[in-house]
T-cell receptor
Framework: AQSVTQLDSHVSVSEGTPVLLRCNYSSSYSPSLFWYVQHPNKGLQLLLK??????LVKGINGFEAEFKKSETSFHLTKPSAHMSDAAEYFC?????????????FGPGTRLSVLP | DAGVTQSPTHLIKTRGQQVTLRCSPKSGHDTVSWYQQALGQGPQFIFQ???????QRGNFPDRFSGHQFPNYSSELNVNALLLGDSALYLC????????????FGQGTRLTVV
């Protein structure tokens, strides 16, 4: 069975400093991994995805993540935080079956950005 | 190109009532999945529909049922509502057999009183 652990429920950074949101996964197969962002009262927006191509994945808004199979990790980073990055971030693991994606979400990490 | 649309956006129901939520997938997508997101938690998978049949189901009781129509749109029905069913219900659409992301709607906020 798949599962996702997000090691921090809340991360607080100052504007202009680096962001690190940690994610570890468990999957029996070769997984696809995603990071989604959810702003207050909004739906989920895809930041980036890993689907067995390059292990360093670049996403939107300057975010990137590195897939490390040996560590079963997929941490999300950004060199310089912006106030607009404040939101809830979800790490997601998925196996592809005959009918498409079967997503398992982590519990989320709330990112606060201080001025 | 419209993305995933859900209706209604907000809903208030009384305990014991029944509710129907609706979802139109992104153009070209044929698979619809439903998720429940309780306050402060990550979305939990309810079920997935493809070719008008339920293909996968998460750990939700039979009070949760669904339907997919020939135009790929979908409904989520919840019977005998409980206070604990209060949540944001998210619909996601995707294309069968492709290793790609799912597109999510804005969700329906259901409050059971």
């Amino acid at each position: 069975a798949q599962s996702v652990t997000q090691l921090d429920s809340h991360v607080s950074v100052s504007e202009g400093t680096p962001v690190l949101l940690r994610c570890n996964y468990s999957s029996s197969y070769s997984p696809s991994l995603f990071w989604y962002v959810q702003h207050p009262n909004k739906g989920l927006q895809l930041l980036l995805k890993y689907t067995s191509a390059a292990t360093l994945v670049k996403g939107i808004n300057g975010f990137e993540a590195e897939f490390k199979k040996s560590e079963t990790s997929f941490h999300l980073t950004k060199p310089s935080a912006h106030m607009s990055d404040a939101a809830e971030y979800f790490c997601v693991v998925s196996d592809l079956d005959n009918y498409g994606q079967n997503f398992v979400f982590g519990p989320g990490t709330r990112l606060s950005v201080l001025p | 190109d419209a993305g995933v649309t859900q209706s209604p956006t907000h809903l208030i129901k009384t305990r014991g009532q029944q509710v129907t939520l609706r979802c139109s997938p992104k153009s070209g997508h044929d698979t619809v999945s439903w998720y429940q997101q309780a306050l402060g938690q990550g979305p939990q998978f309810i079920f997935q529909y493809y070719e008008e049949e339920e293909r996968q189901r998460g750990n939700f009781p039979d009070r949760f049922s669904g339907h997919q129509f020939p135009n790929y749109s979908s409904e989520l029905n919840v019977n005998a509502l409980l206070l604990g069913d209060s949540a944001l219900y998210l619909c996601a659409s995707s294309l069968v057999g492709y290793s790609t992301e799912a597109f999510f709607g804005q969700g329906t906020r259901l409050t059971v009183v």
